[in-house]
């Protein structure tokens, strides 16, 4: 009995050292796309962002708070709430997100553009700005990890409304946009909206792969296991 004991012991480590490794992979794949995206069409094109991003520009053209420091306080309110919606393995899990995210810009940034200039085509760079961070951004998610305080506060809106994920990043994205009106000019804003509707449903979609239809409609932050298959119950 002793024996059969220590043999599940070891199998039951070397499951969670292999689940931690393919949730890493995971969210590390996450992040690349999103990173890629953010970097060879966003900020290539000029597309505006809802969230957290959003806000900053909002802040710095109103009240001219830099964005070195709007950007701190936005992410640590939206973090804050997660800490306290979400709990402290969310958290964990962000902050390895967090790092990857710097260290994928830090890539892209020391390399050429690596995806054809669409400036002369906004809608189309729209299009493929909101697939670049549905996907990428539903990775992270899947994982119960999150790649910046818009996650953290649309994660957070969910878990406690029991609203759909689509639904509450489409919340917190359009309200920004809509008070950005007050300074961006509507025809600009409107291949953002356009990012928005595509990455919004994308991100619970990505999110929701391989769920079946009643574990598609629990909240995203629970246990780690089911969020993220890659992820053992022992890591949550």
């Not at 909101?130 to 990428?136: E, K």
């Not at 992270?140 to 689509?166: E, M, P, Q, T």
């Not at 509507?186 to 356009?194: T, Y």
Request: aromatic share 10%.
């Amino acid at each position: 009995m002793r024996l059969e004991a220590s043999a599940i012991k070891r199998q039951l480590r070397s499951l969670a050292s292999w689940s931690t490794v393919r949730r890493i992979a995971t969210i590390a794949l996450g992040c690349g796309i999103l990173t890629f995206g953010m970097h060879n069409v966003h900020q290539v094109v000029g597309i505006t962002e809802g969230g957290v991003l959003g806000g900053i520009l909002l802040l710095n053209h109103w009240f001219g708070i830099d964005a070195s420091i709007a950007s701190p306080i936005l992410d640590a309110l939206c973090y804050t709430v997660g800490f306290f919606v979400l709990g402290a393995g969310f958290l964990g899990w962000s902050a390895v997100s967090s790092v990857l995210l710097a260290l994928f810009y830090a890539l892209w940034e020391r390399l050429p553009h690596l995806f054809p200039d669409l400036s002369a085509y906004p809608l189309l760079a729209a299009i493929a700005g909101g697939i670049f961070v549905g996907v990428g951004a539903g990775l992270v998610v899947r994982c119960n990890a999150s790649a910046g305080g818009d996650d953290a506060l649309a994660l957070s809106i969910h878990k406690v409304f029991g609203l759909r994920l689509a639904r509450c990043y489409l919340f917190t994205d359009l309200t920004v946009l809509t008070l950005s009106l007050s300074y961006i000019p509507l025809s600009k804003i409107a291949f953002s909206l356009v990012t928005v509707f595509i990455s919004s449903p994308l991100i619970d979609f990505v999110q929701n792969i391989g769920a079946s239809p009643a574990e598609g409609t629990q909240s995203v932050v629970a246990p780690a296991h089911e969020a993220c298959p890659e992820a053992s119950s022992e890591l949550s």
